[in-house]
Structure formats: C-alpha cells, structure tokens
C-alpha cells in the first residue's frame, strides 16, 4: 500500500513508526513522570502498558505521543497534560484520549456519540442577576478549526497568515451588531495589547501550556482579534484554536449573551468549513473543548462561599461547573471575583450545554445569598 506523505517530513514515511531516538527520549520522559507528583489525566491515565502501545506511533501528519503529552511532562502542574497534535491523534492515540475525555466531560463513554447541534428555544434563559447584585459579567465562547488547515503545531508561518486572511474575510461583512473591525496582533502596540488582555477581551501572551505544545510559533504573526463597535461580540484569531467566537457583556443578562453568540456562530458556519468528527463533534486543540466546544461563563462576586475555595470547588463540581481566575485559566481570583462556567462541553447540546451553566449559577446565587 502506497505510504501517506507526512505533512511533517514532508516524505513518504506514513503512519509508520516513531523514530527510535524519539522513542528513547520518550522513555526517558516517561520514567521521569511517573517519579514527579504530577496530577494531570495525562498522567493519570498513561499507563506502562498504554504507554508501551501508543510510544511507536505516528500519525499521518508525523505527530507522535510526544508532541500529545510534551505539554503535561514539561508542565507538571497540568490539570490535563494533553493536546491533540492533529485530528488524528484523537483515534490513533485513543487509548490514552478517550479515558481522559470520559473524565473530564462528565462520563462521555468509548461508545458515546456526540449530538447534534441544537441552540434550542433562546427565550428559555432570562438574566442571572437582574438586580445586578453579584454578577458582573458574562461571557459565551466556542471555538473552531478550519478545515484544509492543520492544528496549531503543525502551521507554517505561511498557512498561520494564510488562515488568517481566510477568516478575516468570512469576518468582513458580518451584518449588524456584529460589524466590527480586525486588529492583527502585531500591529498592537504593546500598550493596546494589554488594555485589552486587562479588559478581558484578548487572549494572553506566552501561555506556558500553549508553548510546551509548540503551539506559539511565529508569534505574533496570524494572530489577533476581531471586535464589533460596543467590544460584545469578539473573535480570537490563532491563538490556541484557528477561533474562538465570543460573545460578553456586563451583568447577567445571559440570553441577550447566547442570542448574539447564535447568530454569530450561525452566521459565519455559511462562511467557514470546520472540522467535525461523527464521534466528538467539532474537532479543538485541547480535548477538553470538544464537542459543542462551549464554555459559559460569568464573573461574579460570591464572598460567602469563597471563604473555603475547596468547598467553593466542591460547590461547582455537583452542578458540573467549574471555577476559574479573574484572567482566566491559571489565574488567581482579583477583588473576590471568580470565573464560574460549564464544565462539559461535550455530548449535550448547545442549549443543553448553556442551560447546564444557568441552573448551576442560579443555584450557586442562591446559596451565596442564603449564608450567613
Ligand atoms: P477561554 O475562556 O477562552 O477558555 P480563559 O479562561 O483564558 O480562556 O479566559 C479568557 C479571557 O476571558 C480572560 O481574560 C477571562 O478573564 C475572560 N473571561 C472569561 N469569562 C468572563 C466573563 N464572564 N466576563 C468577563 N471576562 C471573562
Ligand atoms: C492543563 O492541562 O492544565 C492545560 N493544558 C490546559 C487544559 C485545559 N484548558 C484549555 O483547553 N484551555
């Protein structure tokens, strides 16, 4: 049978074997993990017997389990340890994937499929605070991957510009509230760059996970953001997917959030191509995004309940949310302010999904309210 060509080596080496050095250095990486402490599900999972499985294998693309789990061995303190270096590692590697999807979505089994998109009746969900007492704002984003281009480790500085031109365009004449205007990353100055990281509307610089994935090459070029005129409705460019669709604004108004982010992602689905799998939906970077690829989210005060974080965590786990820094992932919370969203992204529906995050919210509201 005639052997695919790598996109990697750029010659006919197939899904054929890992080299042997990169299998040593594996070995090695291997045997220093499981002497660390680290907590990851990469490491939770990667057993000597899968391990000694998946070490030899290369996918088409020329990805190994190296540059899955590179991320998770530099990075210890991982809550995940793992991306996928091109979508097909998601089944070539899928002995060390699917337990980790299972975990981490709530139970999502080897033999589960993914549903179908469903937004669902948008005037279902109301504001989460009308009387604006402790949210203070509130934040729906999903991302996707084109199709006809690789993952972020496997883009060259040409296709990162390339991908970039494609989805400025699709962005160019959106309609309405959407209208807004494209700022590349690197003709930011830096001082614009961080009012708007500070503003929570831009992704941040040098993410040590990101980097560790080699996923922060030619930085900043094919990067940037999109934003419409009132800073609602917001595009990633590049950074750790090919999108992120963003929707935000203050307060707790969440349906007026899912509506524009609806017509949004609905808009630009006629403009884009994305890749999706029959099994996992849309197809992201970091198996935690999978699926509708959603997270839901609000910035909100909850004084009472943080006095204990480990109980704030066990709080949000029993209604499958997850609680976050003021910046972000990895981020400490500032002035009492916490990110609290969905946790499962994947096998629910888009409103299944985001009616998920406004249940667990409500409730978390209430409880704050009635503590003393
Ligand atoms: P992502 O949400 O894309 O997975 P992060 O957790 O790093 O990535 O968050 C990205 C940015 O979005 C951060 O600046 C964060 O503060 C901001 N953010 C998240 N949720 C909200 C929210 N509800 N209101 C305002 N900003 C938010
Ligand atoms: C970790 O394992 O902690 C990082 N690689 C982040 C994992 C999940 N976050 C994400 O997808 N943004």
Request: charge should be neutral; hydrophobic fraction near 35%.
């Amino acid at each position: 049978m005639a052997k695919a060509k790598c996109h990697k080596c750029e010659e006919k080496c197939g899904k054929g074997r890992a080299d042997p050095e990169l299998i040593l250095k594996l070995d090695r990486a291997y045997r220093e993990l499981l002497k660390s402490d680290s907590k990851s599900l990469m490491r939770k999972y990667l057993t000597q017997e899968i391990f000694n499985k998946l070490k030899t294998k290369k996918t088409s693309f020329g990805n190994t389990l190296m540059d899955c789990i590179q991320s998770g061995l530099i990075n210890l303190d991982s809550g995940i340890g793992i991306y996928a270096a091109d979508q097909e590692c998601y089944s070539l590697f899928a002995d060390l994937f699917d337990p980790i999807i299972e975990e981490y979505h709530g139970g999502f089994r080897k033999s589960d499929v993914h549903p179908p998109s469903d937004f669902g009746d948008i005037s279902t969900l109301g504001n989460l605070d009308p009387k604006g007492e402790l949210v203070v704002s509130t934040r729906i984003r999903c991302c996707r991957s084109v199709e006809g281009y690789p993952f972020n480790p496997g883009l060259s500085e040409e296709q990162y510009m390339d991908l970039e031109s494609d989805i400025v365009s699709a962005l160019s004449d959106l309609p309405g509230e959407l209208k807004g205007q494209y700022i590349a990353l690197r003709d930011m100055t830096p001082m614009q760059q961080q009012q708007l990281i500070d503003d929570h509307f831009l992704f941040k610089e040098g993410d040590r996970f990101l980097e560790a994935a080699n996923s922060n090459r030619y930085w900043p070029m094919g990067r940037g953001i999109y934003l419409n005129e009132n800073k609602t409705f917001l595009v990633w460019v590049n950074e750790e997917d090919h999108i992120r669709i963003i929707s935000m604004q203050k307060g707790g108004d969440i349906g007026e959030v899912y509506a524009r982010w609806v017509t949004a992602v609905t808009t630009l689905e006629k403009k884009l191509k994305y890749i999706r799998s029959d099994r996992f939906g849309y197809l992201t970077f970091c198996p935690t995004n999978l699926g509708t690829t959603i997270r839901a989210s609000v910035h909100i005060k909850v004084p009472k309940l943080a006095r204990d974080m480990n109980k704030l965590n066990d709080l949000a786990g029993r209604y499958n949310l997850q609680v976050r820094g003021t910046s972000g992932e990895h981020s400490e919370a500032q002035d009492g302010i916490y990110d609290i969203s969905n946790k499962r992204r994947l096998g629910l529906t888009e409103i299944e999904v985001v009616r998920e995050m406004y249940n667990g919210i409500l409730e978390m509201i209430k409880l704050e309210k009635s503590s003393t």
